[in-house]
């Protein structure tokens, strides 16, 4: 009986120290989570006062970690290693104790933190005729998000720049039904929305994909945008095109957001013609390498100019085409990117998917000049 017991009280004692250890390492798995969450959790990409920034995720030598009840002492570490075009940070944390038997422990995880601007965080991704939360509020996903719902089926919305002018739309289906002016209003006849946004990444060096996910800006503000409208041959009105930089204001822009009007006239209400971004200097060829003019990429999975209809599958206008063809519905988030053309002797190419995010689909393909 007394060898028994013996053994029964070494059973004892391993039970306690290995519920001890999974305890400890239950907690440093907690640490190590709060410091990850922590990273991810910026609400603005460069440095401001008061508020957590992407810039400000950096290495932190092993500090001890208060707050925690267990018989040990806890030090975490934390490395952070910036991608080479700082689109992303690669972030470390190690947490290390002691145990009973005073044997050294660590928890080690990593992740990878990206730098989008919390704003635009997937929204280069989102198929154009859709959004990744239908109906959100209630209306139509082609009703702006600053629009004020008006309570009768209607929401007023004020375009960037727009001072005493709104756009009503109808909340069912996103098509704009009136112009007002000073609060005297005009009926629209089949107006249907054009929106998107034109992202930046003009830095010396030829872009990455993975920089064409996540462009750093900053806006250059003197862009805009026209629609040359060539179906209806004689539309109502000329296509009405409104842009302002996002997010305001305009000393911390990384992005511009453009709305266009576009008027249509019935059986059919629909119109055909091409975006093009104004206000650029743009570079004489695909291949012309110059340092000082810029190229127009689209976002498009359909690196080519091919006509609406063509290819298999047959490319849509929500694909974000060349030339937009028979287009009946609102078009949303048909969105550019603007590099530089080139260093001076290389030409710059617009970027391609990034193969390391497959649920991301950053592809682009020449706008202005087009190939």
């Not at 990878?112 to 704003?119: G, L, N, Q, S, W």
């Not at 996540?214 to 095109?241: I, M, R």
């Amino acid at each position: 009986m007394g060898f028994g017991m013996i053994g029964v009280a070494a059973m004892q004692s391993a039970l306690r120290s290995n519920t001890d250890i999974a305890r400890q390492r239950s907690e440093a798995v907690r640490i190590a989570e709060e410091a990850i969450e922590r990273a991810r959790a910026y609400s603005v990409v460069n440095s401001a006062a008061g508020r957590a920034a992407f810039a400000d995720v950096a290495s932190v030598g092993p500090s001890t970690v208060d707050g925690y009840t267990t018989n040990t002492t806890y030090t975490r570490t934390i490395t952070v290693t910036d991608s080479a075009a700082q689109a992303f940070k690669t972030l470390v944390v190690d947490v290390d104790w002691a145990d009973r038997a005073n044997t050294s422990q660590r928890v080690r995880m990593a992740t990878v933190v990206h730098r989008t601007p919390p704003e635009l965080a997937a929204a280069l991704s989102i198929s154009g005729n859709r959004t990744a939360v239908q109906m959100p509020g209630g209306r139509h996903a082609a009703v702006p998000r600053s629009a004020v719902d008006q309570g009768d089926g209607t929401s007023v919305f004020t375009p960037p720049g727009g001072g005493s002018t709104t756009w009503i739309f109808e909340n069912a289906t996103g098509f704009v039904t009136q112009i007002c002016i000073l609060g005297s209003c005009t009926p629209v006849g089949g107006g249907r929305l054009l929106h998107g946004f034109i992202a930046f990444a003009t830095a010396a060096a030829g872009p990455s994909p993975a920089l064409a996910e996540s462009p750093p800006g900053p806006a250059l503000l003197s862009v805009g945008v026209t629609l040359n409208q060539t179906e209806p041959a004689s539309p109502p009105a000329p296509p009405l095109c409104v842009w302002g930089p996002f997010p305001d204001p305009p000393a911390t822009a990384v992005a511009i957001e453009y709305f266009c009007l576009i008027r249509t006239l019935s059986p059919l209400f629909q119109w055909s013609g091409q975006t093009q971004l104004s206000g650029l200097t743009l570079a004489a060829s695909v291949a012309d390498p110059s340092a000082s003019a810029f190229r127009v990429c689209r976002y498009t999975p359909y690196r080519n100019n091919d006509a609406v209809g063509s290819g298999s599958p047959p490319i849509k206008n929500s694909d974000h085409p060349f030339t937009y063809a028979a287009v009946s519905g609102a078009l949303l988030n048909q969105n550019f990117l603007v590099i530089r053309a080139g260093d001076g002797s290389t030409a710059f190419d617009c970027p391609a998917d990034d193969p390391a995010t497959p649920l991301i689909n950053g592809s682009t393909f020449h706008h202005q000049p087009a190939p």
